[in-house]
């Protein structure tokens, strides 16, 4: 078990330019979470899945965000028209149904120039 | 909305000394969990907290959860140049559910 992956670790892009970020979550574990962590701030929640279902979507997941995880496995989150507000820290993490707290991965730093 | 503070924001203290940090919410939390966040690495969980009340140690780490489950306190004993890092205290209600993180705590040990 290698933990929770996230792919890439940095991504710099142009503003308007869509990105996509991919998260690997420990293989057994079946709830998967986004979250955008700001410097200086704790992690904001983004949305989060059981299996293949998107149980949840923060207000700060404008229509730019989607977030998919067709197979209940791995989860993509994509940003389209990036802009500057959207530099951050993107944080995936995953859990079993009956735990309280989650492992993240060491996430994906976002710059947009 | 639920909301969690952390306080103090920032603490440097000298290798040897104590400190506490706290994390407070109007609002009542099924669980509350402590993690520990370095640079550019996800958080890491240090305890999970259920029961009001409840009392955990971990080595030189104490975690309390407030009896009204409202609030928590980290206390840390002969703080050493390893604890430094970002502490962050969650909430949240069932299991599985989404967590609501406070802004943190920067600890800095110096040697």
């Known amino acids: 078990d290698t933990g929770v992956s996230q792919d890439p670790r940095h991504k710099i892009t142009k503003r308007g330019q869509n990105v996509t970020f991919r998260c690997d979550p420990i293989?057994?574990?079946?709830?998967l979470y986004w979250y955008r962590q700001t410097l200086g701030q704790g992690p904001e929640f983004l949305t989060y899945f059981q299996n293949e279902a998107q149980l949840e979507k923060s207000r700060l997941l404008s229509d730019r965000f989607s977030a998919e995880r067709p197979k209940g496995s791995f989860s993509t989150l994509e940003i389209q028209r990036t802009e500057q507000g959207d530099s951050a820290m993107y944080l995936c993490a995953s859990s079993l149904d009956e735990d309280y707290g989650y492992t993240f991965g060491s996430g994906t730093r976002l710059t947009v120039v | 909305t639920q909301l969690l503070e952390q306080s103090p924001q920032f603490l440097s203290i000298q290798e040897g000394e104590n400190l506490t940090v706290y994390c407070n919410s109007s609002?009542?939390?099924?669980?509350l969990q402590w993690y520990r966040q370095e640079p550019g690495e996800g958080p890491v969980l240090l305890v999970t907290?259920?029961?009001?009340?409840e009392v955990k140690k971990l080595k030189r780490l104490t975690f309390q959860f407030g009896d009204a489950r409202k609030d928590s306190s980290l206390h840390i004993t002969a703080a050493q140049p390893g604890d430094t890092g970002l502490y962050l205290c969650?909430?949240?209600?069932?299991?599985?559910?989404?967590?609501?993180f406070g802004e943190g705590t920067q600890l800095t040990v110096n040697p």
């Open positions: 293989s057994e574990h079946n709830r």
């Open positions: 969650a909430g949240g209600g069932t299991s599985g559910s989404r967590l609501t």
């Open positions: 907290v259920v029961t009001g009340g």
């Open positions: 609002s009542v939390f099924s669980s």
